[in-house]
C-alpha cells in the first residue's frame, strides 16, 4: 500500500496553514533573527543594509515595526479575537492571502531604494501591501468583535485602525523625501498600548495558573481603570511627541505614562507565585516599559540626554519581551502542546532583558560596541525561540488535530 505523500508548504492542507497565528509567528522569529544580524553586521563591519527610501535607520525603525513586530500582532490578533469571542477560526485561505501582503510589503520596502522610476513604484507597492495587510486585519476581525454581545474588544479594532493611518502618513512623508521617523515613533507608541491592552487577557489566564499550582489562596485581577490610565498617558505622550517634539510639555506627559505603568504593577504584587517564570516574563515586560517612559522623560526635560535609550528600553525590553513571550505561550498552546518548561524559555529572556539594557546604556558607556551586542543577545534569543518553537509551528499536531485548539481539546 502506497504511503500518500505530505501536503506541500503552498497547500491549504500544510500543517503551516491549521491556525492563524502559525505563518506568521514564524515569519516573525525569522525576521527578529535576520533583520538583527544585518543590522549588526552594518555596525560592526560597515556591511550595507539594503537601500531604501529614508535611509539605513529608517530601514531598521521600518522592519522591525512592520516586518518583526506586524507579523507577530497579525498571528496573535487572527487567533486571540475568535478565541476571545467565541467565533470560528479564521479560513485558510484568508491567512494565506494576508501572509501573501506581508511579503508584498518586504519585497516593496527593500526594493524603494532602486533608481528612479522603480524605487517610487515599490514604495508604493509597499504602501498598498502594509495598509491593505492591516485594513485586511480589521475587516477579518470587525464582524467578530461586532457579534460579541459584550463588545469587549474593540480596542484592537482601532488599534489597527490607528497603525493604518500612521503607515499612510509614513508611506506619504517617504515619498516626499523624507525618513518618516516620527511616524515610526508613533507607531511603537500605538505598539505600547496594544501591549498593555492584551496583556491584561492573557496575564489573568498566566497568573492565576501560577497562583492555582502555588495554592496562594488569592486571586489576580487586571482592574480596567489601572489600564485605561496607562493606555491614556501612553496616547497623550505620543501625540504630543508627534506634533511637537522634544518639548518640555512631551517629557512630562512620558514621566506620567512611566507612573502609570508602574501603578499598572500594583495588580501584578500577588506574593510568591509572581516570580514563576510565566508571570515574572510578563511582569518584566512592564517595568521595561515604565522604565523606558521614565528615562525618555528625564531626557525630554533636561535637554542634554539622548533619548534612544528609553525608546529602545520600550522596543526591546517592552515589545521585543511580549512578543517573545506571546510566542512561547500562545505558539506551543495553539498548536496543542503545554508550556515548554525547559531552561532555554527563561535564558532567552535574560538575553532580551541584557539587549535591552546594553542598548539602553550605549550613549554612554560602549556605544557602537554595546549596540553590537545588544544586537547580539537579541538574535541569540529569537534564534533559541526558532530552533525550539520552529519546527512546532511548521509541522503536524502530536495529538492528530486540526485547527487551533489547546492540548486536549483537539477533535
Sequence with gaps: MLTPSPPRLLSPAHPLWYCAMR?????????AVGLLALWIGMLATGWPVPAVAGGPLAWHAHEMLFGFALAAVAGFVLTAVPEFTSAPEVPAGRVRLLVALWLLGRLG???SGLPAPWGGAMLLLAAVAHIGLLLGLVITIAPLLWADPGRRHFSFLWALLGWAGLAAGFYIEAWQGGAGLRWLNAVQGLLAVLIVVSMSRISMRIVNRAIEEADAGTTYLARPPRRHLATLCIVLYSTVEFFFPGTRAAGWLALAAAAALFHLQGDWHVGRPLLRRWPLMLYLVYVFMALGYALTGIALLSGDAPTSAGKHLIAVGGIGLSIYAAMCIAGRSHCGLAFDDRPWVPL???LLACAALLRAAAPWFGGTHAMTAAGACWAVAFALLLFRLGPVLYGPRSD???????????A
Design 400 to 410: 492528530g488535530g486540526h485547527g487551533c485548539a489547546g492540548p486536549g481539546e483537539a
Design 109 to 111: 520596502f527593500w526594493s
Design 348 to 350: 532567552g529572556a535574560a
Design 23 to 31: 505563518p506568521f509567528f514564524l515569519l516573525s522569529a525569522i525576521s
